[in-house]
C-alpha cells in the first residue's frame, strides 16, 4: 500500500473545530498481496490463521520482518507442519514475543530450533499486541517498516477483539508515522485520525457491494464522508447511545472521509458475512 501526505491544511467541521488535512490511503496490496513493498511488518496474533494459504504465505514471506505473538507462535507452527510442504518453505519469525502463558512448549523448543529471537515481555499492564510494537521499536525495526499488519479475527472473545483495537488507538505514541492495521479472514480495519481522508477502493469491492463501517470508539466525532452508499452530512455526532454506521457500503471506488475525532474504519474483503 502506498502512503500518500498532502499538504496540511485546515478544514472546518460544522462544530467549528479545526481539522488538519490529511491522508491518502490505497489498500489494495493488503487486500489482495500482490504489490506489497518492503515496509511491511507482519504480527501474528493468537487467532487460527482463517486466512486463504498462498494470501498467507505471500504476505508472510514478503514481510520486512515477521513477528509471532505468544500464543501465535502455536498457531504459527501449526500452520507449518499442517500446509507447509517442500515447495512452499515458510520463513521462520524473526522475533517471538509476550507473556508465553499461551504458547506451549513444543511451539517454543521449534522456534528455539530456529534460531529466533525470543523476547519475554513480562508486563500485565499491556497486551502482548501492544508490547510487540513495543519490541519492535526496541529492535530497531520502527526506521525499516512503515506498516503493520496484525492477523487476527473478528469473532471470539470479545474482550480481546476490543483490546485489539484499543492497541490501534496506542500505536501512534508507540510507533510514531507508522500506520498499524488488523486484518481478519474476510475485514482490513485501522484508525483513521483527525482530519481528511481518501480511501482507494479496489473494484472488486464496489462491484460486489461489500460492507464497511465508521465506528468512533472512546469518544463521539462529527464525521462527513462521500462515495458511500449511505453518506454522513455531519449533521449529528457518530457515537454510542446515537448513530454509528455499519453496513455501509460503496457508490464510488474512492471514498473521502473528514472526521474532528478517531474514527474505526473497517471494510470487508470478501462475500462472507454479506
Not at 52 to 77: I, M, Q, S
Not at 243 to 250: D, L
Amino acid at each position: 500500500m502506498a502512503r500518500k501526505w498532502f499538504k496540511t491544511l485546515f478544514l472546518q467541521m460544522p462544530n467549528g473545530a479545526g481539522v488538519a488535512k490529511g491522508q491518502s490511503w490505497i489498500p489494495t496490496s493488503l487486500i489482495d498481496g500482490h504489490g506489497l513493498d518492503d515496509g511491511l511488518a507482519i504480527v501474528l496474533l493468537n487467532r487460527p490463521i482463517l486466512l486463504e494459504k498462498h494470501y498467507f504465505t505471500t504476505l508472510w514471506n514478503g514481510a520486512k520482518v515477521r513477528v509471532a505473538v505468544d500464543g501465535g507462535t502455536n498457531r504459527w507452527v501449526d500452520f507449518v507442519k499442517g500446509n507447509i510442504n517442500g515447495e512452499q518453505l515458510l520463513k521462520p519469525p524473526d522475533l517471538v514475543t509476550g507473556d508465553f502463558d499461551s504458547c506451549n512448549q513444543e511451539a517454543m523448543q521449534y522456534v528455539e530450533q530456529l534460531k529466533c529471537t525470543i523476547v519475554h515481555t513480562p508486563d500485565q499492564n499491556a497486551t502482548d499486541f501492544t508490547k510487540s510494537l513495543k519490541v519492535l521499536k526496541s529492535h530497531g525495526y520502527d526506521k525499516q517498516v512503515t506498516r503493520v499488519l496484525a492477523l487476527c479475527e473478528s469473532s471470539g472473545r470479545l474482550d480481546q477483539i476490543m483490546a485489539n483495537i484499543n492497541t490501534l488507538y496506542l500505536a501512534d505514541a508507540i510507533l510514531p508515522g507508522v500506520d498499524v492495521f488488523l486484518r481478519s479472514s474476510n475485514s482490513l480495519s485501522w484508525l483513521l485520525r483527525p482530519g481528511e481522508h481518501s480511501i482507494d477502493i479496489p473494484q472488486r469491492l464496489v462491484n460486489e457491494r461489500i460492507w464497511c463501517s465508521l465506528v468512533p470508539i472512546g469518544q463521539g466525532c462529527l464525521c462527513t464522508t462521500e462515495g458511500l452508499k449511505w453518506n454522513l452530512d455531519g449533521s449529528r455526532p457518530l457515537q454510542f447511545g446515537s448513530i454509528v454506521s455499519t453496513s455501509n457500503t460503496y457508490s464510488l471506488n474512492r471514498v473521502r472521509i473528514t472526521t474532528d475525532g478517531p474514527l474505526l474504519w473497517s471494510m470487508g474483503t470478501t462475500p462472507k458475512d454479506m
